[in-house]
């Protein structure tokens, strides 16, 4: 990363949650979202993906944590991409553990692109995670088995023409249905401040 990530903390952190921005985005983007969470005790940390040239775009060089080359998603993903997204993660879980944080109190988040690869990476891991949360997001193909530690908190909009829950919703098939808790909600592919508060409470019964 070019930029370290922003931190936004209240209190003194007893659980952090990991919260990753949306194609041609950046982490400011998510700090609205931090913020109206309003969770005391709560260490937010929003990385910055690197800008790269996005093929679906016409090569356009804009932040992007993998590369899109089909217009769907779920087709010819780019592993690489993927790799290195979650080497970044990664590295933001353990410098969290050497703070102090204890594995089974950090949550990968994101929104779009950045929830798929909390998906990827938390999936992935050997780490008994507390959660993942995916915003308006689908399930990456990988290869290996699941972790089964963290529970998953999905939501997308069903009028999402982005990324359609249809895609979103048959992607997470994949996964136990005892892992995974799913909301829709009436808007397009964007967070709305209901999805906000029911996830505020999901993640306050998850960390304390």
Same mark, same amino acid.
């Given at each position: 990363?070019?930029?370290?990530?922003?931190?936004? $903390? #209240? &209190?003194?952190?007893?659980?952090?949650?990991?919260? =990753? !921005?949306?194609?041609?985005?950046?982490?400011?983007? %998510? +700090?609205?979202?931090?913020?109206?969470?309003?969770?005391?005790?709560?260490?937010?940390?929003?990385?910055?993906?690197?800008?790269?040239?996005?093929?679906?775009?016409?090569?356009?060089?804009?932040?992007?944590?993998?590369?899109?080359?089909?217009?769907?998603?779920?087709?010819?993903?780019?592993?690489?991409?993927?790799?290195?997204?979650?080497?970044?993660?990664?590295?933001?879980?353990?410098?969290?553990?050497?703070?102090?944080?204890?594995?089974?109190?950090?949550? $990968? #988040? &994101?929104?779009?692109?950045?929830?798929?690869?909390? =998906? !990827?990476?938390?999936?992935?891991?050997?780490?008994? %995670? +507390?959660?993942?949360?995916?915003?308006?997001?689908?399930?990456?193909?990988?290869?290996?088995?699941?972790?089964?530690?963290?529970?998953?908190?999905?939501?997308?909009?069903?009028?999402?023409?982005?990324?359609?829950?249809?895609?979103?919703?048959?992607?997470?098939?994949?996964?136990?249905?005892?892992?995974?808790?799913?909301?829709?909600?009436?808007?397009?592919?964007?967070?709305?401040?209901?999805?906000?508060?029911?996830?505020?409470?999901?993640?306050?019964?998850? $960390?304390?």
């Amino acid at each position: 990363m070019s930029q370290p990530p922003i931190e936004l $903390l #209240a &209190g003194t952190a007893e659980a952090s949650i990991i919260l =990753l !921005h949306g194609l041609g985005a950046n982490g400011f983007d %998510l +700090a609205p979202v931090a913020q109206a969470l309003n969770l005391p005790g709560i260490r937010f940390i929003l990385p910055h993906a690197e800008a790269r040239p996005v093929t679906i775009n016409g090569g356009y060089v804009m932040p992007a944590w993998y590369d899109i080359s089909h217009s769907d998603i779920s087709q010819d993903q780019d592993e690489i991409g993927f790799a290195n997204a979650d080497a970044v993660v990664t590295d933001l879980i353990q410098r969290e553990i050497a703070r102090g944080i204890d594995s089974k109190k950090i949550v $990968l #988040a &994101g929104f779009s692109q950045g929830g798929a690869v909390a =998906l !990827h990476c938390g999936l992935t891991s050997n780490l008994p %995670l +507390a959660g993942i949360v995916a915003l308006s997001a689908y399930l990456p193909h990988f290869s290996g088995g699941i972790n089964p530690t963290p529970r998953i908190w999905a939501a997308h909009g069903d009028h999402d023409d982005v990324i359609p829950l249809s895609l979103s919703r048959n992607s997470y098939t994949r996964l136990p249905q005892t892992q995974l808790e799913m909301h829709t909600y009436p808007m397009a592919h964007e967070i709305s401040m209901d999805e906000i508060a029911d996830l505020r409470a999901w993640l306050m019964a998850l $960390l304390n």
